[in-house]
């Protein structure tokens, strides 16, 4: 009896896939902006070096999965690793950052945008912590076939004077 259960059991979970209804539609493509993977917040002020550097973050890791609906929207699901580690004028065991996800079109137009700001607490005033961010976004792809044309971009939320420092500090 306990074998006959299993063996059903068994066909009823793998029939959410025997009678699937066909290939998987392809999912919104989802980038990490390169210029916007890294970010350094330095104390105010005018020094910019090592020692008036409150945070430094990195972005290190992304998954992402979606679902479509028989509505026409499909549901971007985005796991993101953000490393963030105190500088030395940081004070306190509180880091903030702040990134941003946006949607384009397949014309690359930009559909939506939207900033998310992020308190971060070290535990035990350590150096380094890592968040795992879950994003999820709900985009509208009809008339078109399928939402594999969309791209979902995500970064930091830069100042024009962060931008400005990683690009010197990079070389470029």
Known sequence: MTRISVVVLGLVLAGCTVFDSGP???????????????????????????????YEGEIIGMSATCDYDDDGY?????????????????????????????????????IAKQVFPVEVEYPGFGPRVVV????????????????????????FQLTQDQLIYLRRSRGG
């Open 24 to 54: 998987q539609l392809p999912c919104p493509r989802v980038v990490v902006l390169s210029e916007a993977a890294e970010m350094v917040e330095f104390r105010p002020g005018p020094g910019r070096d090592l020692t008036d550097v409150l």
């Open 74 to 110: 499909v549901d971007s699901d985005v796991l993101l690793a953000i490393r963030l580690a105190r500088g030395p004028a940081a004070e306190g065991n509180i880091g903030r950052f702040t990134y941003f996800v946006a949607i384009t079109d397949p014309n690359n137009k930009i």
């Open 132 to 155: 795992e961010e879950e994003i999820r976004q709900r985009i509208y792809y009809a008339p078109n076939p399928d939402a594999g044309f969309y791209r979902v971009f995500i970064g």
